[in-house]
């Protein structure tokens, strides 16, 4: 899970096949006929796994010159303001300006973007594919240094391992949002709270709850937990 500091923005989780499809639509590269094609002609989960599969696998990615036209069009759409998500291609040109030719931003079409004001959280559940673009924030990780990667990092990368731990099922991401008025929960210690709001994430230990403040503080809650 991350929260954010300043404006934050993300990719986070799969879209639905038809709403990859819709980003995708008016490119005419050779790469994004060939993700289109595929997911006009299996518009599900597996569609998705195949397409994502073939931009980041070794056998089968994009080279950086396909990468390169694709940014290119992507780039002519954005300023010509007719795209279909300008905030999808916003991020894609920020990605290919920090690593060019990287078949991630091609696959981060298929993603949900995401933008978080400050006070705000992304819920990130394991086999969820993503990715921070810009901003400032706060990663809260269970105890696990198992971070698996596709692309866009300068880290080591793990295609295979990561391809077999993916969630596939699109969907909008877990994000949570900064309340809006001010209410001071229960006091089971003498902590001083301002705005708060709690949530229990899925994955969560038992006595942890996080709860997202008017101040951009994170602490642990008492809760039952899953």
Not at 48 to 75: G, H, Y
Not at 76 to 92: H, I, M, W
Not at 146 to 151: F, I
Request: hydrophobic share 40%; proline share 10%; with cysteine.
């Amino acid at each position: 899970m991350v929260l954010a500091l300043t404006r934050f923005q993300a990719v986070a989780g799969f879209r639905a096949p038809r709403r990859a499809v819709e980003v995708l639509a008016g490119l005419d590269s050779a790469l994004a006929r060939r993700m289109r094609r595929t997911l006009r002609l299996n518009p599900t989960r597996y569609g998705i796994r195949q397409v994502f599969s073939d931009v980041v696998s070794a056998a089968t990615r994009p080279s950086p010159q396909e990468i390169d036209e694709l940014v290119t069009e992507i780039t002519a759409r954005f300023e010509a303001g007719t795209s279909p998500s300008l905030r999808v291609d916003s991020n894609v040109l920020k990605m290919a300006g920090t690593f060019p030719g990287d078949p991630g931003i091609a696959a981060a079409l298929l993603l949900n973007p995401v933008t978080l004001q400050p006070g705000e959280a992304l819920f990130v559940p394991a086999g969820s594919i993503h990715a921070y673009i810009s901003g400032l924030g706060v990663e809260v990780m269970a105890s696990s240094d198992n971070v698996l990667r596709a692309g866009l990092t300068a880290k080591h990368i793990d295609v295979p391992e990561m391809l077999a731990c993916v969630d596939y099922a699109g969907g909008a991401p877990g994000a949570r949002r900064r309340p809006s008025t001010s209410r001071a929960p229960p006091a089971p210690t003498t902590r001083r709270w301002t705005t708060s709001s709690s949530w229990s994430p899925p994955w969560w230990p038992p006595t942890d709850v996080c709860r997202s403040l008017g101040a951009a503080r994170v602490s642990s809650w008492p809760s039952k937990g899953p």
